[in-house]
């Protein structure tokens, strides 16, 4: 699965609010020249940071754009060694109080200053030669981790929502929701509530809507969803429920409750590491 390019996701939460990740994942195709991550203060607004790759000479470049007028290049000789055309990739990019954080594969390899105030970016775009796999959000708010990911287009009969990720060896339990809108306040209404609970040995599936859970439904944890060990969950969306696999096994259905045309978020919470999230 992959996202249409140039793609564009507003920032949840506020924009990139200090101590957020993004993660933006893909592959630059054979015959790729360069692509760009942009952290704009809106769709046609103002370039905080530009994030740029180029195949061709061998450099990326960095920069800003305020009303209409490039900044100063910062070029970067020489790619990141483990950033290849054809070769899949993981760019994680932290908003800190003084500069943008860059990450590559697992591995540190550039700051930039901020240029323009960090409060004003609200999306990010994605654009040029690459396949866009996957982009979500990680923040820790006074130890709660959370991760979203925006739906493009929102859920549909036919459309597939897939979890990587592996659960730590003493995680009690974790919880992923489908759910209309962003966390907030007020909560959003949540079409599929799925919480393992290790602790337990059972996993909850629920709806919330207008504040108020419906009737649980319960079922034992999955004999291949393992503390300690990676997964993969996917969900597929049917005309009359979601069909849940896990590590390609299917393991329940969920009879819908919510229109699902309404359903535009994913929000994964809990004691569990997220390593992708695509739709």
Same mark, same amino acid.
């Given at each position: 699965m992959s996202f249409e390019v140039p793609h564009v996701s507003e920032l949840l939460g506020g924009g990139l609010t200090p101590g957020k990740l993004v993660y933006i994942q893909g592959v630059p195709p054979p015959g790729s020249s360069r692509f760009a991550i942009n952290f704009m203060s809106g769709q046609d607004g103002d370039i905080g940071f530009h994030f740029?790759?180029?195949? !061709?000479? *061998?450099?990326?470049?960095?920069?800003?754009?305020?009303? *209409? !007028?490039? #900044?100063?290049? !910062?070029?970067?000789?020489?790619?990141?060694?483990?950033l290849a055309v054809g070769e899949p990739f993981e760019v994680v990019i932290k908003g800190e109080p003084e500069c943008f954080k860059v990450a590559v594969n697992g591995a540190h390899y550039i700051d930039f200053c901020h240029r323009t105030p960090v409060?004003?970016?609200?999306?990010? /775009?994605?654009?040029?030669?690459?396949?866009?796999?996957?982009?979500?959000?990680?923040?820790?708010?006074?130890? +709660?981790?959370?991760? &979203?990911? +925006?739906?493009? #287009?929102?859920?549909?009969?036919?459309?597939?929502?897939?979890?990587? *990720?592996?659960?730590?060896? +003493?995680?009690?339990?974790?919880?992923?929701?489908?759910?209309?809108?962003?966390?907030? &306040?007020?909560?959003?209404?949540?079409?599929l509530h799925f919480n393992p609970r290790f602790n337990e040995r059972t996993?909850?599936?629920? +709806?919330? /809507?207008?504040?108020?859970?419906?009737?649980?439904?319960?079922? *034992?944890?999955?004999?291949?969803?393992?503390?300690?060990?990676?997964?993969?969950?996917?969900i597929l969306v049917e005309e009359n429920c979601y069909k849940v696999t896990v590590n390609s096994v299917t393991y329940t259905e969920f009879a819908h409750r919510i229109p699902v045309d309404s359903i535009n978020t994913v929000e994964i919470g809990g004691d569990v590491l997220i390593t992708a999230i695509s739709c």
């Open positions: 740029n790759p180029r195949f !061709e000479g *061998g450099n990326v470049v960095c920069n800003s754009c305020v009303n *209409g !007028e490039w #900044g100063a290049e !910062e070029s970067h000789e020489g790619l990141p060694p483990n409060d004003t970016i609200k999306t990010v /775009q994605i654009d040029g030669e690459v396949t866009l796999t996957g982009i979500f959000e990680k923040m820790d708010v006074n130890g +709660t981790v959370s991760y &979203t990911s +925006t739906i493009p #287009g929102g859920l549909a009969p036919g459309k597939t929502v897939v979890i990587r *990720g592996k659960v730590p060896d +003493t995680s009690p339990r974790f919880a992923l929701n489908l759910q209309a809108g962003p966390p907030g &306040t007020p909560q959003p209404d949540i079409a996993v909850v599936r629920n +709806t919330l /809507q207008a504040g108020a859970w419906g009737a649980e439904e319960r079922g *034992g944890v999955p004999p291949n969803l393992v503390p300690g060990e990676a997964f993969e969950i996917a």
